[in-house]
């Protein structure tokens, strides 16, 4: 069965500062979707940014990168030019492509954001 | 704007009663899920339904029902059987028609014992 780990329960960057969140996965599949959700204190769950396992490229949304490994099995998020706006925990997960459409979430980074 | 209606905001469950949370979506998609999530916790899986009249039991079924009738719409149920039922409830969404799409979340329901 997959799994995803979230080793950092906690996190703190400086406002215009950067910060790397971790997300490693266990899977013996080759083909499947990674995915970083952002919750903030409202509870809503905001796509952050998806990296297909298939493509080399590493996936950019505005501030938000990742650094997709696929042979270390490891997903990080980087947030550039850290805002107030994006304190929140932080959910990493995992999608297969074998057709069972279940995803698999992380437990979580919580983002403090320091002014 | 498609999207995700959960209904209600918060939810107060008397002992021994049944509770009915209700997840309704305009987004056309096949795929309907349930979850569960405690405080300072992550999502855990209560139930997922890929197609209507097709359900799927998750990590943490036990002392919960739903149904999927239609396509819209993903009703749970909170039984009296869940001993322990506090709890905020995610409903969530995805299609996955010409690759596997992210998916898209409810607003939550906040259940609570009177």
């Known amino acids: 069965a997959q799994t995803v780990t979230q080793s950092q329960p906690e996190m703190s960057v400086q406002e215009a500062e950067t910060v790397t969140l971790s997300c490693t996965y266990d899977?013996?599949?080759?083909?499947?979707?990674l995915f970083w959700y952002k919750q903030p204190p409202s509870r809503q769950m905001i796509l952050v940014i998806r990296?297909?396992?298939?493509?080399?490229q590493n996936a950019t949304e505005n501030r938000f990168s990742v650094n997709f490994q696929k042979a270390a099995k490891s997903f990080s998020l980087k947030i550039s030019d850290s805002q107030l706006g994006d304190a929140a925990m932080y959910f990493c997960?995992?999608?297969?492509?074998?057709?069972?459409?279940?995803?698999?979430f992380g437990t979580g980074t919580r983002l403090k954001v320091l002014a | 704007d498609g999207g995700i209606t959960q209904s209600p905001k918060y939810l107060f469950r008397k002992e021994g009663q049944n509770v009915t949370l209700s997840c309704e979506q305009n987004?056309?998609?096949?795929?309907m899920y349930w979850y569960r999530q405690d405080p300072g916790q992550g999502l855990r899986l209560i139930y997922y339904?890929?197609?209507?009249?097709?359900?799927q039991k998750g990590d943490i079924a036990e002392g919960y029902s739903v149904s999927r009738e239609k396509k819209e719409s993903f009703p749970l149920t909170v039984t009296s059987a869940q001993k322990n039922p506090t709890a905020f409830y995610l409903c969530?969404?995805?299609?996955?028609?010409?690759?596997?799409?992210?998916?898209?979340f409810g607003d939550g329901t906040r259940l609570s014992i009177l």
């Open positions: 969530a969404s995805s299609n996955h028609a010409g690759g596997s799409q992210p998916q898209h």
């Open positions: 899977t013996s599949e080759s083909d499947y979707y």
């Open positions: 990296q297909e396992a298939y493509k080399q």
């Open positions: 997960a995992y999608l297969s492509d074998s057709g069972t459409y279940k995803y698999i």
């Open positions: 987004l056309n998609h096949d795929a």
């Open positions: 339904s890929q197609i209507v009249n097709d359900f």
